[in-house]
């Protein structure tokens, strides 16, 4: 994709290989079920169902 | 909605008399706010702030007893905010004076990350996302990450947590 000299990305999304979604940035992470509303500045998220920490990666996909 | 817009790591909330800020990393979950006045501040609720709740008097007494700045006010007229009583100790003036710097309304929304129930995540905003070895700048637009790993279009959500039932406890 062309690099657009307007663009501003405000955070960056990692889909890491047979990992979690790595988020760095100015970002604002929202989980109603949890009651989680925050915005820290990075996180690892669960991609593979199977974290027991979620939304958050625990390395589960790696067993 | 109006009512709730973005604001930095943060929301905003006024009932056009006063504005209250709010800063969700410095919560340490004190409570004062919705046990004094849980009509307007409702951690059950979304949004959970409902400046139609109870009159300003209250709303800004309540706001004075948050212990950080989680939540701070200012008046929505600027001369009012000059000379302010130090007794209002959330005033924006003493502890978030960058509020009422100039050019401080016009700065960029943060990207919305939103883990849906039982379902993928959306992310709202602008941002690049990398995948394999894409690059993808999105531009004020919206992508679903698949979560629940049954998608057969990865990263994205296809729809699969449907089928498989899952299950995000």
């Not at chain 2, 701070?72 to 209002?88: I, S």
Request: glycine letters at 8%; one cysteine or more.
């Amino acid at each position: 994709m062309e690099e657009n000299k307007e663009f501003k990305p405000q955070a960056v999304i990692e889909v890491i290989d047979n990992g979690p979604i790595k988020i760095t940035g100015n970002f604002l992470l929202s989980d109603y079920k949890r009651d989680i509303m925050e915005s820290p500045q990075e996180i690892l998220l669960c991609r593979c169902g199977k974290s027991g920490n979620k939304p958050y990666c625990d390395d589960a996909h790696k067993k | 909605m109006e009512n709730e817009r973005i604001y930095r790591r943060g929301r905003k909330y006024t009932n056009g008399e006063i504005t209250v800020f709010w800063k969700p990393d410095s919560c340490i979950h004190a409570s004062h706010c919705y046990r004094e006045l849980i009509d307007v501040f409702d951690p059950g609720k979304r949004p959970w702030v409902d400046m139609s709740g109870a009159g300003t008097d209250e709303i800004i007494s309540t706001v004075n007893m948050c212990p950080t700045d989680a939540l701070t006010w200012k008046w929505n007229d600027d001369e009012k905010n000059r000379e302010v009583d130090p007794g209002q100790t959330n005033h924006v003036n003493f502890r978030r004076p960058e509020l009422l710097l100039p050019g401080s309304e016009t700065q960029v929304e943060p990207v919305s990350v939103k883990v849906m129930s039982d379902g993928p995540l959306v992310i709202n905003g602008t941002f690049t996302v990398h995948y394999g070895n894409v690059k993808k700048n999105v531009s004020e637009s919206i992508l679903s990450l698949c979560r629940c790993g049954s998608s057969n279009h990865m990263p994205f959500c296809d729809g699969a947590h449907r089928k498989v039932g899952f299950d995000d406890n």
